[in-house]
């Protein structure tokens, strides 16, 4: 049987394995195949070479991360034991990643690579797509760019907009004003911006219209300039409704368009204007498309666990 060893010397041997070895034990869930030993401050594994081999990459990976970071959860060794290739995991710099401080002094970052993909690409593009299931972080990427767009004074105002369709559900039939109304199917901006925003200048924003949340329909036949604008569950806007906004965009205008096409909430034989959105402007200099996996879930770890028991389903329906 094959052996390699691995010298913890540049990281607290205990703090890396975890408290009674439960970063270990991460590590033989995803490596069954491998006999994994951890005394002291050495790590060794047994098993076939070409395992062995990649272990070896993986764990040295999480080595270097843990030097950066001072800690290690079970988060990123997923994602490093998952990922393509080890290469493939970067634990790219704090001011790479970092996007501003949010609500207590919390420092909102990208946290995974393809957030990193979209923070280059709104650097680098006025318009941007951002697709990926539930959970990927988009929708919260995009608000805390938006966020820090406004705080340096990049754009004066931000708009959030989603279309007013739901999973079953219908407007109508919620009680109270357009405002109370809206304000639930909204939330998950909402909850976004209190993260990054304190109560009160929140709520003074709103106010002042400096930052507007509106259903798409309030779009039509504005012009949006100095602004950063998010359509978020753009799989649920019809042909009709994502070309109007998107020739709403007006001077020093950064817009954002997040969904995820396989949560289609649509009646039946309507397409979705993010899917043909994206075929017909995927070659279109100035639009960033970047697309979000199951690797960038954030949520609960249980999140990517469904999403890959659906897939399972849906690929053999």
């Given amino acids: 049987m094959n052996e390699i060893k691995i010298e913890l010397s540049e990281v607290n041997p205990q703090e890396f394995f975890g408290q009674q070895n439960t970063n270990i034990e991460r590590l033989r869930h995803y490596y069954p195949k491998l006999k994994i030993v951890a005394r002291g401050s050495t790590l060794k594994a047994f098993g076939a070479a070409p395992l062995l081999e990649e272990f070896e990459k ?74 990926g299931p539930a959970g990927t972080g988009k929708t919260y990427t995009g608000v805390a760019l938006a966020v820090r767009a406004l705080k340096n004074k990049q754009v004066k105002r931000i708009i959030l907009t989603r279309p007013a369709v739901e999973a079953g559900e219908n407007l109508g039939f919620l009680p109270g004003d357009l405002k109370e109304k809206l304000d639930p199917y909204m939330q998950p901006l909402y909850d976004a911006l209190r993260d990054m925003i304190p109560a ?40 009709a409704q994502m070309k109007m906004f998107l020739t709403r965009m007006g001077r020093n205008a950064k ?54 028991a659906y897939k399972r389903i849906e690929h053999h329906n």
């Fill in 58 to 131: 993986r764990v040295d990976v999480l080595i270097t991360h843990f030097g950066k970071y001072n800690h290690l959860d079970e988060d990123t060794i997923e994602r490093v034991v998952s990922a393509d290739q080890p290469s493939d995991y970067d634990p790219f710099s704090d001011e790479d990643n970092f996007i501003l401080h949010g609500v207590g002094g919390k420092a909102i970052k990208a946290r995974s690579v393809n957030q990193q993909k979209l923070l280059e690409s709104a650097k680098n593009n006025d318009m941007i797509f951002a697709i």
């Fill in 200 to 239: 009160e200048k929140l709520n003074s924003h709103i106010e002042k219209g400096t930052i507007q949340i509106a259903p798409l329909a309030f779009m039509r036949g504005r012009t949006l300039d100095n602004a950063f604008v998010i359509l978020d569950e753009g799989q649920n806007t019809t042909h």
């Fill in 255 to 308: 817009f954002m368009i997040t969904g995820d096409p396989g949560q289609i909430d649509l009646p039946r034989r309507v397409i979705s204007g993010l899917k043909e959105a994206l075929l017909i402007l995927k070659e279109t200099r100035g639009i960033g498309i970047v697309t979000l996996d199951e690797k960038d879930v954030i949520r609960h770890n249980l999140v990517k666990k469904v999403i890959d």
